[in-house]
């Protein structure tokens, strides 16, 4: 095993959402363990109060894992992937339509210095502004890949799939 994936599920979504389970299973196809946290109890609490939930339940899953994790995650799986980077080692950051805060959260989009980071995000995303996105990736100089969809990148699954699994070479 090449080590363990934790993949973070958007809002209004789960741990068997489409993006998450076919990066999942790719990665688990090239001999990676994967885990799906299961964030719909902390949303129903709503979005500015599921930050914290949802960075305590991805705290716990990162501390049980035993070596540095990659996260990935979708939109508030994004975010708060990106927010346990601050407090724990991770392997890399996988981050697709990512907000640059969360309203009411008292939290804005921070990660740890020196983390293989990939952001992927939709052109014409109608939840995560754009430009939030792009001028965090410029003040970080992380790469940035932007496609030609909204924020669900539904219509991008195979160009996003063959990101991802570039990036676990690059891990590897």
């Not at 995560?128 to 969809?149: K, S, Y």
């Amino acid at each position: 095993m090449r080590g363990t994936i934790l993949l973070s599920h958007g809002s209004d979504s789960g741990p068997e959402a489409t993006k998450v389970s076919a990066l999942a299973a790719l990665a688990e196809a090239r001999g990676w363990r994967t885990q799906r946290p299961d964030y719909r109890e902390d949303d129903a609490r709503g979005y500015a109060a599921s930050v914290a939930l949802r960075l305590a339940r991805l705290n716990a899953a990162i501390e049980a894992c035993g070596t540095p994790p990659l996260l990935v995650g979708s939109s508030m799986g994004a975010f708060v992937s990106a927010l346990a980077s601050l407090e724990h080692p991770v392997a890399g950051l996988l981050l697709l339509a990512t907000p640059g805060a969360i309203p009411g959260s008292g939290a804005v989009l921070d990660l740890r210095h020196g983390v293989p980071t990939l952001l992927i995000h939709g052109w014409r995303d109608e939840v995560c502004p754009l430009q939030d996105i792009v001028a965090f990736a410029g003040r970080r100089h992380l790469p940035l890949l932007v496609l030609d969809d909204d924020h669900r990148l539904s219509g991008s699954l195979p160009t996003i799939e063959h990101q991802f699994a570039s990036f676990l070479d690059t891990l590897a």
